[in-house]
């Protein structure tokens, strides 16, 4: 084993000789052997690490997983899965993000960085045992040391690497469906945004825009003249964002199949020859985006629709997913031609609907294919969770190419960490549920914790029919996510903020209309995030260790100033909230109606309309507002409004950029600080803009700890 | 149509020429045609019946189902199902409960007396329109007229008859699992309840005790002796309790299959011969239960265990559960057939894997076979809800053959209202998931509504694995259910109450002791309601009208004094609790230590600990508990105790009776009046006895509105 200090506090143990994740962007420098602090290693079969739990340790990380925000009691496994029944149980979703964090009577965190199957027992076999199961001898493992959750969090953060930022306009309500499926359809989605006048910045292509489902083509039948249709659509003002799926169709003249063959740009078999598994094209190869050249032709291929206007896109079906392979069909076919003519005893008939129900993603497949790494043969299960993560670094890489400044969207639905370097992603194939809004808001801080921040959930749920509170409840949260997404599947209830009856339809458009005016705010702390390596959304005892702050899994802070406490149950019209201090609270109903009234540390019981979304102000911050627009770039920054709780002194950054480029890494961006200091009976505001050429004029509601609201008005 | 008035308040509605479903034990008398109330009728394709809700309607009822205790916004189906995933947008379970009740602008009740398929949409599709589609134009709609929610679920427990009564034995703590497959295993179950010193009444028996799946008969290799087995067993403290199945094994010479051919007491086909389905066995029968014969044959048969000394059964698998029949299987063979030398595209393969997951439960099967319903062949799908129903039927008639004063335990899966006359149910395959927990809150007093009284869910949840706390906070909610069972599937994680770290072990039998401590006041509860045609568990709206607690769906009322409020969130140490009065929390951890606190009406954040289970204690309300003993039949009642909060006055009437027959349908039990009434500082107790000959004395905890504890004893 050779140890490394990474930073202050941050330890790398290497096990054998692992396979690189580029998870880590710090390389540190060796140091003296030592054992790793916390864990006992076994080292039999498997590499076990193990840790002895006092009774109130709780365990935070994993990103994206089921259960709580404290994943104390669960079974988890890091291992990329398209399973779209994302019941309780589940051990696998899309991404494998191994980072933990221990918190109680020792404070640590643990990344594991391999990227093939991870076990995770947290408390659930034996209730104060935490045992990692690692399939492999070859790893990074990382120990973290800090004083508090934040702190260990801050120090990952660093070692991973800034995260991904998309354009601005990937901020505003974006609208999908599987499938909006040809030129007109999509014509109407944009006109009944114009119609209904809702906000709204991107309209979705799934799978359907294509060509049999070959990546970079476009269905010529059903979007006839695509470049000018983006173009019209653009200019009614709304951006297109095509799917891109991780197989490549097998098929001779598809210039894309053809130029992989040729360059032995796809995964093979154990024969050597191409790989062959099933996905929506039918028979597919899988581009080997461990590959650097492979990659490096893939990303570019992205040009093909760039070319035609396409500015945002998501990388789907990259676990990646296979429906069956000839392996899988033929035993099936084989076990029903075998059993036939016998009389099946009921044993036999669940083999044989388990040949069948087994024959998506199936291990014995992810085994049977290999990846080229520099010049090495790699099985594929090794290296399993880094594919989506390679596909989606393919795209931000041939983004650069394409063209080096522009900020594109892009997201994908399996990740690794360090995949946030590179994109965002959302959540997969959800449900309909009620329990998926209150898994989304636990999921959100968890995902920050592992570096993922342009993220969110389909909103209103993919797959089952939605009714409209359930729409109206989910877009209430979602209004909060970085990735601000209504998504549904073929088959299901529409379910567009225009589907329901006339009062849902304005309640829907009032709430996106707030995530508009609150736009400045959530951009300017996802910008800050990103710049200081820090979470967008935290559970509250990221600021807050009294021990009910340390328990509460439904209310959550979003950037410094706010804390939120949305209702995630059916029929509900009024929740419990702990406040860990003295908040402002804000029922929003119109975000330019302000009701204010400051609420007491403590457990309060409040009631929340159906159009009422509840925001909490911290003590000594603020918010800032502008108003709406019905997309980001309408959206007009002369005046703004900012809502301040103040017991002494407030100060705010104020951040923005230009929202396309990248040059804010150089230094272009503006930043205003607001300082609020209160003094006797009055309030002394310090504005001080740093390069903002935009906003002229700031008005102020200031509210104190017994109520009193000052009004002013500051010019720029 | 046909009109009558069944009682005060109730009226039916004849469509059509129904087919009897002996739900309803009232016939009242015709009255001249009139309009149902309420209801707007469309008599098209379907029949349909429409409701329009105001703003804050809800809508209760519907027993075995979905979503919460309010079922507003949902879609339901009565169609018995075998559905082992239980995930929030299930439409149909294993019951079928058509009984909804609207409380709001205007306070009705509807019973649908139709045993075929209905469709109820609570506001799903429409938010402010219930909408029950049925598929049929015979049937029996009733309308029950009532002021309050209770006031209208009285009506229609008057109006469906008394509830079932199972021995006193069946309120033990019940331990089964899929399965204990020997004589030597199920040994070694109760010697470990003795071990641990674990209180437990009955052991179950899953399939694996028969031979091949055979109802009736008992594996001779894995139980050599059973008769003497059985009674082994019974010295040791614990009955057993064997499942039966609907279906029954074609084999020759297996004299239920002979008789069945014999007689033509099988469902059949449309060609007249026996209809075949695949179950459990194999190739089965279905029993003809619709049919009087078939059934009192069928019901007979019980008699080959209870000659075994046998004393209890649950019925499964009566939906009629189907894995397959002949046509689907070379349905899907076919397909296989016809697609094998094809290039498979993807949807071919998408319906190739439909193909076999459609095979079980299929509607086409439904459709395809027939009941003698005297002498009239009835197309199974018309009356498919009744069929579990009359299967428990027919095992409550056989038992009255077999023994007619003897009290049996019978609990079906399916069932229909009526069937609530006859037996119990328990809820089903549910999972090991905290959402289930909450599910099951919320079921039992929807159940309640519709007349099963004697009903609970696999405690620990039946599929998936458990960890130690899931079972400790489910057994917690779980001892206030009737029917308290800890049940697992095989390859499931063994969840027996001693499975865990020996902590949680303590903490198990404490919340068990727990059950057979409060076993007075459980069955005391239990059979007023049973006699008086009310509810055991209710909604809070029951007793308090107050905006909070109409909306409370995670707190109940059990029985008269006491109202629950369990932990149904993992890691979660403490909870909400909105109180409409002032009650007496008692946080138990161990039964015979008091620790007494008067909360004030209002919200409240309470902690609760892994080992403790709240009770709170109503106002002017008392609850009576004995000790605990390792089986019912060892309790003893010669000291009682009871824990009164007093404010004036508070009267309780505890109940006894043999707890083995139904001589208390005869006067056969006694009463013990208990009235408390406060006379300055003082309390004035005064012990009214009707013909309890076992309690000697009484102590009783008085607690005041102030706190003050004031302590008595009284002998009787």
């Known amino acids: 084993m050779r140890v490394y200090e990474i930073m202050d506090g941050v330890k790398k143990y290497r096990f054998g000789s692992p396979i690189s994740t580029d998870a880590i962007v710090l390389e540190g420098y060796e140091i003296d052997n030592e054992k790793p602090r916390y864990l006992t290693i076994e080292n039999n079969k498997d590499l076990k690490l193990k840790y002895k739990m006092a009774v109130k340790d709780q365990v935070f990380g994993l990103g994206e997983n089921q259960k709580g925000i404290n994943k104390r009691g669960g079974v988890f496994e890091a291992y990329c899965s398209d399973d779209a029944v994302h019941t309780p149980d589940k051990k696998s979703l899309y991404g494998a993000h191994n980072f933990l964090i221990i918190h109680g009577a020792q404070k640590f965190g643990v990344f594991i960085d391999y990227p093939g199957r991870v076990k995770f027992d947290i408390g659930f076999t034996h209730r104060d045992e935490l045992e990692i199961i690692i399939d492999d001898k070859n790893l990074d493992l990382y120990i973290i040391d800090g004083d508090s959750l934040r702190e260990i969090v801050n120090k990952f953060l660093k070692i991973i690497g800034k995260s991904y930022v998309p354009p601005k306009w990937a901020f505003g309500f974006q609208q999908c469906r599987w499938s909006y499926v040809d030129a007109e359809e999509v014509e109407g989605v944009a006109d009944s945004f114009i119609k209904y006048d809702i906000p709204c910045d991107s309209i979705y292509l799934d799978i359907d825009y294509m060509e049999d489902f070959k990546d970079f083509t476009v269905s010529k039948e059903r979007f006839p003249d695509f470049k000018n249709f983006v173009k019209g659509i653009k200019n009614k003002g709304f951006r297109l964002i095509p799917i891109i799926d991780a197989g490549v169709k097998i098929e001779e003249d598809y210039d894309i199949y053809e130029e992989g063959i040729e360059n032995e740009y796809f995964c093979v078999g154990k024969d050597g020859s191409p790989f062959v598994a099933a996905v929506w094209p039918g028979k597919v190869h899988f581009p080997d985006f461990l590959n650097k050249d492979a990659r490096k032709w893939f990303g570019y291929k992205y040009k093909v629709l760039t070319d035609c206007g396409i500015e945002g896109f998501w990388n789907d079906m990259n676990e990646p997913a296979i429906f069956y392979t000839e392996r899988g069909i033929s035993e099936a076919i084989g076990f029903v031609e075998k059993s036939k003519n016998k009389n099946l005893n009921i044993y036999s008939f669940f083999q044989l609907t388990d040949c069948f129900e087994g024959l998506s993603n199936n291990d014995k497949d992810y085994k049977s294919f290999y990846h080229n790494m520099n010049g090495k043969l790699v099985n594929h299960d090794r290296i399993h969770n880094l594919y989506g993560y390679n596909m989606t670094r393919a795209a931000a890489e041939g983004f650069k190419e394409i063209d080096s400044n522009k900020r594109f969207l892009i997201f994908s639905r399996a990740s690794y960490v360090g995949m946030h370097r590179y994109g965002g992603i959302w959540t997969g194939d959800n449900h309909s549920w009620w329990e998926h809004i209150l898994l989304n808001m636990k999921m959100m801080p968890s995902l920050n914790m592992c570096g993922f921040l342009y993220s969110g959930a389909d909103t209103g749920g993919f797959s089952g029919d939605a009714n409209a509170q359930l729409v109206i409840r989910w877009t209430q949260f979602s ?91 059916e029929n509900a019209l009024a929740r419990h909230v702990w406040l860990p201090e003295e908040m402002l609270l804000w029922k929003v109903v119109s975000y330019d109606e302000r009701v204010l009234e400051v609420m007491d540390r403590g457990h309060h019981f409040i009631d929340i309309d159906i159009n009422e979304i509840p925001l909490f102000i911290r003590k000594n911050k603020m918010i800032i507002l502008g108003n709406h627009a019905n997309n980001v770039e309408k959206l007009e920054t002369l005046e703004m409004n900012i809502v301040a709780f103040v017991d002494n002194r407030a100060t705010y950054t104020y951040y923005d950029d230009d929202g396309m480029t990248y040059d804010f890494k150089q230094g272009a961006y503006s930043e205003i600080i607001i300082d609020i200091e209160k003094i006797d009976e009055d309030y002394k505001i310090n504005i001080h803009n740093n390069g903002n050429k935009h906003v002229k004029k700031m008005n102020f509601d200031i509210v104190d700890m017994s109520g009193n609201i000052t009004k002013k008005s500051v010019k720029i």
């Open 479 to 569: 209004l909060f996510t970085p990735l601000f997404r209504n998504h549904s599947a073929m088959g299901t209830r529409k379910q567009e903020p225009y589907a329901f009856d006339i009062e849902s339809v304005d309640i829907l458009r009032e709430t996106i209309r707030l995530r508009y005016a609150l736009l400045p705010y959530i951009y300017s702390e996802y910008m800050k995030a990103v710049r200081e390596q820090d979470v967008y959304f935290a559970p509250l005892l990221f600021e807050y260790e009294d021990k009910y702050s340390k328990h509460v899994e439904n209310q959550l802070l979003v950037g410094g100033s706010l804390m939120i406490a949305p209702i995630y149950e």
